[in-house]
Each structure stands twice: as structure tokens, then as C-alpha cells.
């Protein structure tokens, strides 16, 4: 009798504790992919792609960018920031410490690499975490942040 008024207890905590929205964190799967966003963007002249991507090695050494290409030939045209540094994995997060952060502060809507300014910020630190069975690689926002995190899929390398 104390069973049946227990069960179904037991099952609500068992499908509670069961059903985990982020997957644990393996390091070869972070490393032995590339991890992209693409998002179109048309104005009145053209169509482009908006790429963002990260690329982690298995040293610990981390590479992004976001570029702009020509949606129909894939021409990379120019690009808006990339970024060097560092990654550790911490409690099922994985914590990059930037190094090296390039901007566009132009006046147009991309530059090449060159063209970039170098954005000095101490401690920059971005946060992210691998969910639907590693293949999604999701941006952790602050909460006081006022833009929504990018999520990126899978790319085999």
C-alpha cells in the first residue's frame, strides 16, 4: 500500500533528475569539430551570410570569427571580429579567456582582417556548453547581457 502512494513520487523525481538539458562535456568532441552559425542577411543591394564560427584545439588554444560572404557563390567578402585564446573545461562549461579580440568600428558593415581594431578588454571571458547530444554548442549569457546567445552546430572537420 505505501508502494503505490510512493510510485508515483518516485517516478516524477526519477524523471527530474533524469532528463538533463546540457550533455557532459567530451573534450575530443569539442576539438575535432568546428562549430558554426550561419545567418542570412539581405539589404536592398545583396544577400549575405553572417558565419560565425569557433574552433577549438586540443592544446587549449581557441579561434573565432564572424564573416560575411556572398550567399550564393560563398565568397568570403570580409569580416566583422575574430578573436584568440584560451580554454579550460570547468564544470561542464567550457570557459575561454580571450586574448586577442579584433573589431569592425568602421563605418561599413565589414572589413578584411587588417581593417579590424583591436578592442582592449582585460579578463574577457565568453562561456559556453554542448547540448542535444553534442551537437549543439550553446553561448552562455550573463544574465545582465542584452542580446541573445548564438547557437552553434556541428561542422566535421
Same mark, same amino acid.
Given at each position: 500500500?505505501?508502494?503505490?502512494?510512493? $510510485?508515483?513520487?518516485?517516478?516524477?523525481?526519477?524523471? $527530474?533528475?533524469?532528463?538533463?538539458?546540457? #550533455? +557532459?562535456?567530451?573534450?575530443?568532441?569539442?576539438?575535432?569539430?568546428?562549430?558554426?552559425?550561419?545567418? +542570412?542577411?539581405?539589404?536592398?543591394?545583396?544577400?549575405? #551570410?553572417?558565419?560565425?564560427?569557433?574552433?577549438?584545439?586540443?592544446?587549449?588554444?581557441?579561434?573565432?570569427?564572424?564573416?560575411?560572404?556572398?550567399?550564393?557563390?560563398?565568397?568570403?567578402?570580409?569580416? $566583422? +571580429?575574430?578573436?584568440?585564446?584560451?580554454?579550460?573545461?570547468?564544470?561542464?562549461?567550457?570557459?575561454?579567456?580571450?586574448?586577442?579580440?579584433?573589431?569592425?568600428?568602421?563605418?561599413?558593415?565589414?572589413?578584411?582582417?587588417?581593417?579590424?581594431?583591436?578592442?582592449?578588454?582585460?579578463?574577457?571571458?565568453?562561456?559556453?556548453?554542448?547540448?542535444?547530444?553534442?551537437? +549543439?554548442?550553446?553561448?552562455?549569457?550573463?544574465?545582465?547581457?542584452?542580446?541573445?546567445?548564438?547557437?552553434?552546430?556541428?561542422?566535421?572537420?
Amino acid at each position: 500500500m505505501l508502494i503505490k502512494r510512493l $510510485l508515483p513520487l518516485i517516478v516524477l523525481g526519477l524523471l $527530474l533528475f533524469s532528463c538533463k538539458d546540457n #550533455d +557532459e562535456i567530451n573534450p575530443e568532441v569539442l576539438t575535432q569539430n568546428q562549430w558554426q552559425k550561419v545567418i +542570412e542577411y539581405t539589404n536592398s543591394d545583396q544577400s549575405y #551570410d553572417i558565419v560565425y564560427s569557433i574552433d577549438f584545439k586540443s592544446d587549449g588554444e581557441v579561434y573565432s570569427e564572424v564573416s560575411v560572404r556572398e550567399m550564393e557563390s560563398k565568397n568570403v567578402l570580409g569580416f $566583422l +571580429e575574430y578573436f584568440n585564446g584560451n580554454y579550460q573545461i570547468v564544470e561542464n562549461k567550457v570557459a575561454v579567456s580571450i586574448t586577442e579580440h579584433y573589431m569592425n568600428l568602421g563605418g561599413t558593415m565589414y572589413s578584411d582582417k587588417e581593417g579590424l581594431s583591436l578592442i582592449d578588454r582585460e579578463n574577457e571571458i565568453r562561456e559556453f556548453q554542448l547540448r542535444n547530444k553534442n551537437s +549543439e554548442l550553446h553561448t552562455i549569457m550573463p544574465i545582465t547581457a542584452s542580446s541573445v546567445g548564438i547557437i552553434y552546430d556541428r561542422v566535421e572537420k
